[in-house]
């Protein structure tokens, strides 16, 4: 006789001295007992029990010879799995062990969004609950190398997505995760891309995606706007973009951009430097990175904002200072 089978016999056997009625009634109470209190998370420990787990979630108390029992006639809900799990308001007892045993955690979601900065997303990291915290005191640099990122800077090298995770798992293997997305994205796109455009590598490249994540209100407006740089960076002529002298500033930028920070002498200020930044300068999207690797064909090299995140564009310095009169200085 297996030792399971000798099992069943003996909790029958124990059932029928204990006497039918009563005992029949301690045993099914467990099969209608419901959870307490309102949907939650509950995270089961490990080398926690069954038994003890009914006895903190169950609504009513059980008897414990009863509990003892039928986890012997329920050996499949005795292996409970540790981890945390959403446990429904008004679930029985015996659907939130089977979801225990089964290890299918509650999935928690932290959302990335495009023009972000890496010092964003760490403070995200650091907030993220259930999260362990492993990279929390290591510098950009550290976690660039641990993460083997060539360039040294983590800056741009993030697919901006929203990354699901379970308790325990670590902000380093979210940020491993979204940084093989995106190199994996960068190549795809790269190998794509047309023909004779003005970037050594795909790195420049990610670097004119930020700037174009950052320039853009309207998706529709990518290509347009990577056209006017890309036209720009074949003439020779500097990039002059505003959120290149914003990340340049750092903290000094208070939300209005000063003559000091035009001509400030940092490596990021495309008013003063040649060509593209050192790094990128945030987080670009998909969109931005086909953007920068495929442009329209335009003659375009200026544009100014009209309102409305919408970009009015120029061929000509004239055309394009009578713009500014228009959209900025409100003068026709």
């Not at 972000?116 to 907030?127: D, G, I, V, Y």
């Not at 083997?148 to 979210?174: M, N, Q, R, V």
């Not at 020779?236 to 340049?248: A, C, E, S």
Request: aromatic share 10%.
């Amino acid at each position: 006789m297996s030792k399971r089978l000798k099992g069943i016999v003996a909790a029958t056997s124990l059932l029928l001295v204990l006497g039918g009625g009563y005992a029949y009634r301690e045993y099914s109470a467990i099969e209608r007992a419901v959870i307490e209190g309102p949907t939650r998370l509950f995270t089961v420990e490990k080398g926690d029990h069954a038994s003890r787990i009914i006895e903190t979630l169950a609504e009513e108390h059980l008897s414990d010879w009863a509990v003892r029992l039928w986890l012997r006639f329920h050996p499949d809900l005795v292996q409970i799995k540790s981890g945390t799990y959403e446990v429904k308001e008004g679930a029985r007892l015996t659907e939130v062990l089977s979801l225990f045993a089964s290890g299918k955690e509650f999935m928690f979601n932290l959302t990335f969004v495009e023009g972000s900065r890496f010092e964003e997303w760490r403070k995200q990291l650091n907030a993220a609950p259930y999260l362990e915290r492993v990279s929390r005191e290591q510098s950009d640099e550290e976690l660039a190398r641990e993460l083997g990122i060539e360039s040294g800077k983590p800056e741009g090298w993030f697919l901006p997505e929203t990354y699901a995770y379970t308790s325990h798992s670590s902000d380093l293997a979210i940020l491993r995760r979204a940084h093989q997305e995106m190199e994996q994205f960068l190549e795809q796109a790269w190998e794509k891309r047309q023909a004779d455009l003005p970037y050594k590598n795909a790195y420049e490249a990610l670097v004119m995606a930020s700037i174009i994540e950052k320039e853009t209100g309207q998706p529709n407006e990518r290509p347009l706007i990577a056209s006017v740089f890309v036209n720009r960076l074949r003439l020779g002529m500097k990039l002059q973009t505003d959120p290149t002298v914003i990340y340049g500033v750092k903290d000094r930028y208070d939300g209005n951009i000063r003559k000091a920070d035009l001509t400030d002498n940092n490596p990021f200020n495309t008013y003063v430097i040649n060509g593209l930044p050192p790094t990128p300068i945030a987080m670009p999207g998909k969109a931005s990175i086909e953007a920068a690797l495929n442009p329209l064909k335009s003659d375009y090299l200026y544009f100014v904002a009209k309102g409305g995140g919408e970009h009015y564009f120029s061929k000509t310095l004239a055309e394009h200072n009578q713009a500014v009169r228009k959209y900025i200085l409100k003068k026709s």
